[in-house]
């Protein structure tokens, strides 16, 4: 089945604890990409990545690490998590390209509460 | 920078009726892409519907139909005969155009509608 797995779905953490939120795709897809979503805000994209060792900036990047060193992987990391992080954060990921991003899965959510 | 605005926060419809969802868009960009999400109360992001700022044709999925006009730099999404499934937040975006650097390809999304299907 073609899917987006996020670990954890739930998160509850303290300010400056570091994290990691896992994302795994089963498509071979190139582009993979990281959101959050607030309440009023839409969702904002973190980074993206087009393909293995290739990333850029999405809208929100400060606070946000991410690393691309295997296609099917592209973790998230809070370095030092603080309470203005709390959200709930989105992967994605599709081919390339204006047709592939028609078709872009999203995982389940991971919703994220730093106190 | 490109910019999508959704100035709906909510409406109400009534089950069979037709209903327009407003999207606004901001770019310099002459090659670019516009999707339709929706979002169910479950949390999913749900594909509904794209099109290509060169088609010159409406998109049209099903139910879903987007009227694009260019000019006025607008892309609403029309449903007909709402149903009570539909109730659901719906997201408006954007893809930018491919960089030659390589970057490009980001996507922004407009705030949201919350669409509540009545009967």
């Known amino acids: 089945e073609a899917q987006v797995t996020q670990n954890p779905r739930y998160l509850i953490t303290v300010t400056g604890k570091k994290l990691t939120v896992t994302c795994s795709q089963n498509m071979n897809h190139e582009y993979m990409s990281w959101y959050r979503q607030d309440p009023g805000l839409g969702l904002r994209q973190i980074y993206y990545s087009m393909n293995v060792e ?47 991003l028609q078709t872009q899965y999203f995982g389940p959510g991971t919703r994220l509460l730093v106190l | 920078a490109q910019k999508i605005t959704q100035t709906q926060p909510g409406m109400f419809v009534q089950e069979k009726e037709a209903v327009t969802l407003d999207c606004t868009y901001d770019t310099s960009d002459q090659s670019y892409g516009l999707f339709w999400y929706k979002q169910p109360s479950s949390g999913e992001m749900i594909f509904l519907i794209y099109q290509g700022s060169y088609d010159e044709q409406n998109a049209t999925e ?58």
């Open chain 1, 54 to 100: 290739v990333t850029d900036k999405g809208d929100v990047p400060e606070g946000y690490k991410v690393s691309r060193k295997e296609k099917r992987n592209f973790p998230l990391i809070l370095e030092s998590p603080s309470p203005n992080q709390t959200s709930l954060y989105f992967c994605a990921s599709s081919l390339s390209g204006d047709r592939g």
């Open chain 2, 62 to 119: 099903g139910r879903y139909s987007l009227n694009f006009q260019k000019a006025r730099k607008s892309a609403n999404l029309v449903i007909s005969a709402s149903q009570l499934g539909d109730s659901a937040m719906y997201f408006c975006a954007m893809r930018e155009a491919p960089k030659i650097t390589g970057g490009g390809n980001k996507l922004t999304f407009g705030t949201g509608t919350q669409l509540k299907v009545e009967l």
